[in-house]
């Protein structure tokens, strides 16, 4: 089983549409959370960090269920800027440092 | 404008050949990071640097090398040894121990092709 697990899409949606992308993680010590998005050839940049008490930027909303090791982002109002690859990461060390484990990406494509 | 530099964008080798990436940063991080991307897989964690003259393996080190003498630089060696060297590489760094929240940055990536 992969230590993060996310369904790789592609979710084809048009604009304004609302759309949620999932990601499971195995590693119950884990710490700390985040969703990047990742353009064709691109580097992946930080969307946001996921905090256990849910927290949204603007038009995406993330949440984390520690119990169920699931976490989500909702993206609301769709843009065609919005089409991307969007990964999922945990931070799978319980100290301070950073050992990202990476998820395979779900793929959205926003169409006119 | 502070960020993290890899040079170069794309580079390519012949077999048996040994080549160093470079990767520069200026936003005063302590620890840095090597990954290599493969189609449909995950980024996958070569090296990492908690701090000037020390470094560690990640998941997967055989067929490289890493040295971290100035806190700035990470340069990453894909040695002869490495045996499916073709990836997209990419170097990242975050803010040191304890500010788990901050994530990780990452540079723009160079992608190697073995000729």
């Known amino acids: 089983r992969k230590e993060v697990e996310q369904d790789p899409g592609p979710f084809n949606v048009p604009e304004g549409a609302t759309v949620a992308f999932n990601c499971t993680y195995s590693?119950?010590?884990?710490?700390?959370f985040f969703w990047y998005r990742q353009d064709c050839r691109k580097e992946p940049k930080l969307l946001m960090s996921?905090?256990?008490s849910g927290n949204e930027d603007g038009r995406f909303t993330a949440q984390l269920n520690r119990a169920s090791q699931y976490i989500s982002l909702l993206i609301r109002d769709s843009k065609l800027s919005d089409s991307a690859t969007y990964l999922c990461?945990?931070?799978?060390?319980?100290?301070?440092?950073?050992?990202?484990?990476f998820g395979t990406g779900t793929r959205l494509l926003v169409s006119p | 404008d502070g960020g993290i530099t890899q040079s170069p964008k794309y580079l390519f080798r012949k077999e048996g050949q040994n080549v160093t990436l470079s990767c520069e940063q200026n936003l005063n991080h302590d620890a840095m990071y090597w990954y290599r991307q493969d189609p449909g897989q995950g980024l996958r964690l070569i090296y990492y640097?908690?701090?000037?003259?020390?470094?560690q393996k990640g998941d997967i080190a055989e067929g490289y090398s890493v040295s971290r003498e100035k806190k700035e630089s990470f340069p990453l060696t894909v040695t002869s040894a490495q045996k499916n060297p073709t990836a997209f590489y990419l170097c990242a760094s975050s803010i040191s121990r304890g500010q788990g929240l901050k994530g990780q940055f990452f540079g723009p990536g160079t992608r190697l092709t073995v000729l």
């Open positions: 590693n119950s010590a884990s710490q700390s």
């Open positions: 990461v945990v931070n799978s060390m319980n100290t301070g440092f950073q050992k990202l484990v």
């Open positions: 640097s908690q701090i000037v003259n020390d470094f």
């Open positions: 996921v905090y256990s």
